[in-house]
T-cell receptor, first 117, second 114 residues
Framework: GAVVSQHPSWVICKSGTSVKIECRSLDFQATTMFWYRQFPKQSLMLMATSNEGSKATYEQGVEKDKFLINHASLTLSTLTVTSAHPEDSSFYICSARDPTWDNQPQHFGDGTRLSIL | GENVEQHPSTLSVQEGDSAVIKCTYS??????FPWYKQELGKGPQLIID?????GEKKDQRIAVTLNKTAKHFSLHITETQPEDSAVYFCAASSRYTGFQKLVFGTGTRLLVSP
């Protein structure tokens, strides 16, 4: 079945560092991927929609310059948290859907736990 | 925009009992409703989904029902097992977003005791 791979699974870094998270669709080409943020014991909050070959669409309240998204190929989207601070610590999850068929569901990666010291 | 409410927030059952989780949605244009199971430290995993042209769908111990008139849908787990313990999220999506953009409920933490 469709698989979405996310890397790294865990990152610990110092305040001020920029961190890049990768999301790959392993057995299908994803023209669109999604990035979510999840705080402990809370639901998933959509941050942005990543569009292959064009700019990402950000949800209201999400800083574009803080969370840089690049979708340079049909199987890879990256999220870069720039100049990260402790308040950016969270669980970041990506998802993708095989657009080939209308009824394909959205599949999620296993998330990246980001801890900023 | 769409708003999805989910109840209960926590649910404790004994092994072998049934568990029911309910969600309501606000946008009548929504017509795709997936359910995800999230284990600790992992991403959500799709367990079952239903589309608005169907009232019920079943997959072994898991079933989902949909009432479009009332705008609510439910997840039913029968013969629960300890490995069913996890957080379950409902979600809704609309054909206007190509079934892509999901709006999630607040989650239900299910605990199945042996």
């Amino acid at each position: 079945g469709a698989v979405v791979s996310q890397h790294p699974s865990w990152v610990i870094c110092k305040s001020g560092t920029s961190v890049k998270i990768e999301c790959r669709s392993l057995d299908f080409q994803a023209t669109t991927m999604f990035w979510y943020r999840q705080f402990p014991k809370q639901s998933l909050m959509l941050m942005a929609t990543s569009n292959e070959g064009s700019k990402a669409t950000y949800e209201q309240g999400v800083e574009k310059d803080k969370f840089l998204i690049n979708h340079a190929s049909l199987t890879l989207s990256t999220l870069t948290v720039t100049s990260a601070h402790p308040e950016d610590s969270s669980f970041y999850i990506c998802s993708a859907r095989d657009p080939t068929w209308d009824n394909q569901p959205q599949h999620f990666g296993d998330g990246t736990r980001l801890s900023i010291l | 925009g769409e708003n999805v409410e989910q109840h209960p927030s926590t649910l404790s059952v004994q092994e072998g009992d049934s568990a029911v989780i309910k969600c309501t949605y606000s946008d009548s244009a929504s017509n795709y409703f997936p359910w995800y199971k999230q284990e600790l430290g992992k991403g959500p995993q799709l367990i079952i989904d239903i589309r608005s042209n169907v009232g019920e769908k079943k997959d072994q111990r898991i079933a989902v029902t949909l009432n479009k008139t009332a705008k609510h849908f439910s997840l039913h787990i029968t013969e629960t097992q300890p490995e069913d313990s996890a957080v379950y999220f409902c979600a809704a999506s609309s054909r206007y977003t190509g079934f892509q953009k999901l709006v999630f409920g607040t989650g239900t933490r299910l605990l199945v005791s042996p």
